[in-house]
């Protein structure tokens, strides 16, 4: 039972990464970013070749992070250039440009066969209970670090200029200061982060594949967010929990209705899941966790 | 001692089960779990609820004949949704919540290589029909077990029909996932060890309005034969674009993809001479003659379509035997140990469970001859498989011959 | 710190919204821009700000031509704007947004957010300090701590004005600053305005309430149809059959 | 590989361009009045697909009468969608209205797969052989396809721009506000632009059915290409987003004796962004001013 749940809670902590810095992009910035599965997927495919090729764990998380912001760097640009439903739709066109290119790429990412047997941190401490929860704990302390930065950024006067951005651009502008250079960092600085949690995911599932950067992660992760509410840090870890609760729950829950076919449990998973986006999005926009109105 | 189905459903909340056992199976053992991790959803989804339907039933039948050396088989259903991250959390799920000994029915080679590192530590029995050929390198227990083969080998053997059937200028088509790309790998590695080479070959990318630049590309190549590794989708789609664009190219393809529902879709004569390759489910062997009635009853459908179901219902058979041979008490490694004497060749041909037990009681030697073929093991934990040539004539599949690697 | 605006040009979609458009803002100077609706004036000040370029003529600040340079550039001269709708941080709060505007801030850096946090700090607490001035000016201190989004309109255009101020400009372009602001507050502003002019800051205003702006500026031009009309004292503009004319044919 | 080939391929750009292209239609329509990127624009064609999939089960095999289903299922749908969703967002801005569509879209196909299941369903037609004109072959599906993009193309112009309520359409797209302070009543403006939206998708959804297998996730595989379209074409042109996908389709197919066939997928957006790098509003779109 224990390692199930430290399974479950891994996964969470997976999506809580992503969910914050999704919330770090448009939450507090504004940035609409409908590709955060491209910065996810490069971070895993980054520390799954880093680790395979016998470097240490380290550089695999360095690279990780590092590839996924620089790959946010060109897109940040263009996301200056960009009315907001062009940039959805190009950012969401980004992803499946890495897909594509993750696949087609197989000298590198041995393609659609994926890359088995990426090795994960702690298996010295022998298979089983103690290396899930040393994995558990390493996976808790990204969160923790994660928070803690978003927080600091959030609190400093740099953390006030994003949201002021975010607000309202336009008079950012009128007051001389440039939007560009700190919406790019913003961009980068997220994508980092979405970069360290496929890093995790990757050490983790030891194995991956192309198949596993669907746009319907990225959705998945935007109704988290908005679940959990926009701004709000409290809101991310509680909207991922809901999701989480939600795919994992509707295995509990048909142990108990046997009348329920598995295909019909998975029907009804993910209109659930489609269900309570449109339900927030028309009564409560702001979330869970979200309790300043605006008016 | 009647297990009825309504209860091995219920067997998610094990309590309630063991409160509804009958007196006798209080005395019996501790029951032997099995998870039916089948790909309920996602691409493998018209072959995961076959499949796991087929194991419930297959373990009431070891149930209703007394259970395996007195240990009941107790199923967990759950789905992998034909994805690494669900199928890991599902077999978490099995492994750690519901206690299951031995894991059945996985399907796509990335959930299979994602849940291997687990059984391994559980030492777990893992019964897969992953086609990935790292499955085979990556176990080190010898606790998985392969019951149809590699796309590799399956590739191989179309491209020995595809020799005996006198063709020569050949081309491959496949979907670009793991078990297309196999499938022509094998059929290239087969083709050129004869002594020939393949006029086209093409990887295309699914879930497309059309695939008709590729079939260009190949048709310019004038094949005589096109080996197609997609599923019954694409394969509709891509036979009656062929057939559009004027070509009277033949096909060939594993089974799942060459199928009866083919001439349903697009007419007999459009799919006439169209060719399958499948493994072997014995049609003669009686285990496939009980499981094929079995399932029709089960699923309302036929299961010529899923021969993975046919494996599914070998495993739990299997498993059974070998449960039954390594006597009560038994461990998961001496269970695996005797996988191979009751179903390798050598004793007495039995084809179910209920058989076996008696021969095995009176001390005799067994092979069990399976619904999916033979069933016999390499020292791999891979199935040596055997082959069957079949060709859609007027509108239904008729059997050509068996072949072997 | 004049401003100087020369024969300037500007097209939308086929229609010349600015016709050679000429005028001139002194140093120090309190400048009123009047003319109906679609007169040019809020694309003139698009431009004067480097929101839209100009499509010919040229416009000068402090004596050097601004050329092709956009809102952040012109800003950080110190020529500066509001907007005819406000447009406040509205999920910061009154305080947020005016501190949000002071210029280069060591901590609206990455690296500042992180390093040299003593300094940082120090900086924000002098930032803070010259907000509250600057609220208590405006007499905004009843919602200091209230969300930007959550206040009446007329404190919105204080809090634009509040912010601009913080940006230590030399020269504000206000859009409408008595639009929807009742006529209590709309004295309170004058006094404002009045009181920065006296410390030298300069003012180019466009605004529809002509009485209200007659009696704040000493210098008036009028528009109409993207063609500056005439300037003169408030009393000579507006008694011009001219502007009488292109206000009622508005009106008609 | 002669010219004819590179014909056949630029054929095929178009064929699959222009089924591609009527979801791009559908989309740019609710792009230009209703402001978001629509993401049930492809689950809507699967439900148009699957109401003819019906028809044809009930041994009904009049193409017409199953494509007459198809559009109908679509406008009542799409009708709905307008009524209980996105008539309670307007005003919300881009995102609201975009995310309540993705989320419909799940919700959609969900429901559609608990009730139709997996299994593939494919509308049973004849096979016709191409007939060679001038070396290459071309086939009758093909002109049907080319006719029937055109006629709904041409009758969503001759809407837009014929007719009043087409009118009113437009200054809507241009400005609302405007448009609702000279009078036009909006409601039914956005009432008609859904059932429009309905009639395009149930007519792409029966394109790609007879063409393809009718699946629960037919529509949702079209929506990204079709939104590239919807972008390169223009906001508020038509025309554009046919024309821009038949562009993009037989780039793409042209490209693949360079590219191959997994790298085409990728051109489509490759070319968008890219275009969008150099023409931020797009080909032939507008750009937002600052007043």
């Given at each position: ?74 897109l940040g640009l263009l996301a200056l250039r960009l009315r907001e439903d062009y940039l959805a739709i190009v950012t969401l066109a980004f992803s499946e440009i890495v ?197 | ?405 | ?69 956009g809102p952040v550039a012109r800003a950080r001269r110190g020529l500066m704007r509001t907007f005819q709708v406000p447009r406040p941080f509205s999920k910061l709060t ?159 | ?291």
């Amino acid at each position: 039972m224990l390692a199930y749940i430290t399974a479950v809670a891994i996964v969470f902590c997976i999506y809580a990464l992503l969910t914050l810095s999704l919330n770090l992009h448009f939450g507090f910035t504004g940035l609409i970013n409908f590709g955060h599965v491209g910065f996810f997927a490069i971070g895993a495919y980054a520390a799954a070749l880093c680790s395979l090729n016998g470097m240490p764990y380290v550089v695999g998380f360095t690279a990780a992070a590092a590839l996924a912001a620089l790959a946010a760097w060109p897109l940040g640009l263009l996301a200056l250039r960009l009315r907001e439903d062009y940039l959805a739709i190009v950012t969401l066109a980004f992803s499946e440009i890495v897909r594509v290119v993750i696949t087609a790429e197989e000298w590198l990412t041995n393609g659609v066969q994926g890359l088995p047997g990426i090795p994960r941190p702690f298996a010295s401490l022998g298979i089983g209970g103690n290396a899930e929860l040393a994995y558990l704990a390493l996976v808790v302390t990204a969160v923790v670090l994660a928070i803690l930065l978003i927080r600091h950024l959030v609190r400093s006067p740099f953390g006030r200029l994003i949201q002021a951005i975010r607000d309202d651009e336009v008079a950012v502008k009128a007051l001389g200061k440039n939007p560009a250079g700190v919406k790019v960092r913003v961009f980068m600085i997220g994508a980092a982060i979405a970069g360290i949690a496929g890093a995790l995911y990757a050490h983790y599932m030891n194995y991956i594949v192309p198949d596993q950067f669907l746009p319907l992660v990225t959705f998945y992760v935007w109704m988290a967010m908005i679940l959990g509410g926009a701004g709000s840090i409290s809101g991310s870890l509680v909207g991922a929990g809901v999701l989480i609760g939600i795919l994992e729950g509707s295995r509990v829950v048909r142990d108990l209705l046997p009348n329920v076919m598995q295909v019909e449990m998975a029907s009804l998973r993910l209109a659930l899941v489609g269900l309570l986006l449109v339900l927030f999005v028309l009564y409560r926009p702001n979330g869970l966790m979200v309790k300043r109105d605006e008016s | 001692m009647r297990f009825n189905r309504r209860e091995i459903m219920l067997t998610g909340a094990a309590s309630l089960a063991a409160a509804m056992a009958p007196v006798g199976f209080a005395r019996a053992a501790e029951p032997y779990r099995i998870g039916a991790l089948n790909p309920i959803t996602g691409a493998g989804s018209p072959y995961g609820s076959g499949t796991q339907k087929t194991i419930l039933f297959a373990a009431q039948e070891v149930n209703d004949a007394g259970g395996a050396a007195g240990r009941m088989f107790e199923v967990f259903a759950e789905d992998t949704q034909t994805a690494p991250e669900a199928g890991v959390l599902a077999a978490k799920k099995l492994i750690e919540v519901n206690k299951v000994d031995a894991i059945f029915g996985t399907w796509s080679s990335g959930v299979t290589l994602a849940i291997m590192p687990l059984t391994d530590a559980a030492n777990v029995i893992l019964m897969t029909n992953s086609g990935a050929a790292s499955i085979s390198t990556l176990d080190t227990k010898d606790l998985v077990y392969r019951y149809s083969t590699t796309g590799i080998r399956s590739g191989r053997a179309i491209s020995g029909v595809i020799e005996k059937e006198g063709l020569t200028r050949v081309a491959t088509m496949a979907f670009n996932n793991a078990s297309g790309r196999d499938l022509v790998a094998g059929v290239k590695s087969g083709w050129e060890e004869k002594g020939h080479s393949l006029v086209a070959e093409v990887v295309y990318e699914p879930n497309r309005p059309g695939y008709r630049s590729e079939l260009q590309q190949i048709l310019a190549a004038k094949p005589e034969i096109i080996m197609l590794g997609s599923y019954l989708p694409d394969t509709t789609i891509i036979v009656r674009e062929a057939r559009q664009m004027g070509s009277d190219v033949r096909f060939i393809g594993p089974g799942y993809a060459i199928a009866p529902k083919l001439s349903e879709s697009l007419g007999a004569e459009a799919v006439e001479g169209l060719m399958a390759v499948d493994y072997v489910s014995s049609l003669d062997s009686s285990a496939y003659a009980h499981f094929s009635k079995r399932y029709q009853d089960e699923m309302g459908s036929d299961v010529g379509e899923n021969f993975y179901a046919s494996c599914a219902y070998d495993m739990v058979q299997c498993t059974a035997l070998a449960i039954e041979a390594a006597g009560p008490g038994a461990d998961n490694t001496k269970i695996a140990a005797n996988l191979r004497k009751v179903s390798n060749p050598g004793g007495k041909v039995v084809s179910g469970f209920a058989e076996g037990k008696k021969l095995l009681a009176a001390g005799e030697e067994i092979n069990y001859e399976g619904a999916s073929g033979p069933l016999d093991f390499d020292e791999h934990g891979d199935v040596k498989p055997l082959f069957k040539l079949s060709k859609l004539r007027s509108g239904a599949l008729e059997y050509q011959y068996m072949l072997s690697l | 710190m004049s401003l100087r605006i020369s024969n300037v040009d500007k097209w939308l979609g086929g229609v010349r919204v600015l016709d050679n458009v000429s005028m001139e803002v002194p140093d120090g100077g309190l400048i009123g821009l009047i003319g109906p609706n679609g007169a040019g004036k809020s694309t003139l000040f698009a431009v004067v700000s480097g929101f839209e370029p100009a499509d010919g003529g040229e416009v000068r600040f402090a004596d050097s031509p601004l050329g092709s340079t956009g809102p952040v550039a012109r800003a950080r001269r110190g020529l500066m704007r509001t907007f005819q709708v406000p447009r406040p941080f509205s999920k910061l709060t009154v305080r947020e947004n005016l501190a949000a505007a002071a210029p280069g801030q060591r901590g609206e850096t990455l690296w500042g957010a992180f390093f040299g946090a003593g300094a940082a700090r120090a900086e924000q607490a002098a930032i803070r300090e010259r907000a509250d001035a600057i609220i208590d000016f405006l007499n905004l201190n009843a919602v200091r701590d209230s969300l930007a989004g959550q206040v009446s309109g007329g404190q919105r255009k204080l809090i634009e004005l509040g912010r601009v101020l913080m940006a230590e400009p030399k020269m504000i372009l206000l859009d409408e600053p008595f639009a929807g602001v009742n006529p209590v507050l709309q004295e309170e502003i004058s006094d404002h305005i009045r009181t920065l002019n006296g410390q030298g800051i300069g003012f180019l205003i466009v605004e529809h309430n002509l009485a209200a702006l007659s009696r704040l500026v000493g210098h008036l031009y009028a528009m109409d149809r993207g063609r500056m009309l005439m300037d003169g004292t408030p009393a000579d503009v507006l008694a011009d059959p001219v502007v009488r004319e292109a206000y009622t044919g508005g009106a008609v | 590989m002669g010219y004819a080939y590179y014909v056949g391929l630029a054929i095929n750009g178009a064929v699959e361009g222009l089924t591609i292209g009527l979801a791009a239609l559908a989309i740019n329509l609710v792009f230009a009045v209703g402001r978001f990127p629509n993401a049930t624009t492809g689950d809507l064609m699967t439900v148009g697909a699957y109401a003819g999939i019906a028809v044809q089960q009930s041994g009904l095999r009049s193409l017409w009468l199953q494509g007459l289903a198809a559009v109908g299922a679509s406008m009542a749908l799409s009708l709905a969608l307008y009524l209980f969703v996105f008539r309670a967002l307007r005003g919300r801005g881009m995102l609201a209205p975009l995310l309540a569509s993705i989320g419909l879209a799940i919700l959609v196909r969900s429901v559609l797969s608990f009730f139709a299941g997996h299994d593939q369903y494919v509308f049973q037609l004849p096979i016709v052989r191409p007939i060679m004109i001038a070396g290459i072959p071309v086939q009758s599906y093909d002109l049907w396809l080319g006719g029937v993009a055109l006629v709904c193309v041409l009758l969503v112009m001759a809407i837009l721009f014929l007719s009043p309520i087409g009118r009113q359409m437009r200054a809507v797209a241009d400005d609302l506000t405007l448009a609702r302070t000279s009078g036009i009543n909006v409601d039914r403006v956005y009432l008609v632009m859904w059932l429009l939206v309905g009639f395009v998708t149930g007519v792409a959804g029966m394109v790609l059915g007879v063409r393809t297998v009718v699946m629960p996730e037919m529509g949702w595989n079209m929506l990204l290409p079709a939104f590239a379209a919807a972008v390169l074409g223009g906001v508020g042109s038509p025309a554009g987003a046919v024309l821009a996908a038949m562009v993009v389709g037989i780039a793409q197919e042209m490209s693949t004796p360079v590219l191959g066939f997994t790298y085409k997928i990728g051109l489509a957006f490759m070319v968008l962004v890219v275009i969008l790098a150099v023409r931020p509003a797009g080909l032939f779109g507008r750009v937002e001013r600052v007043r």
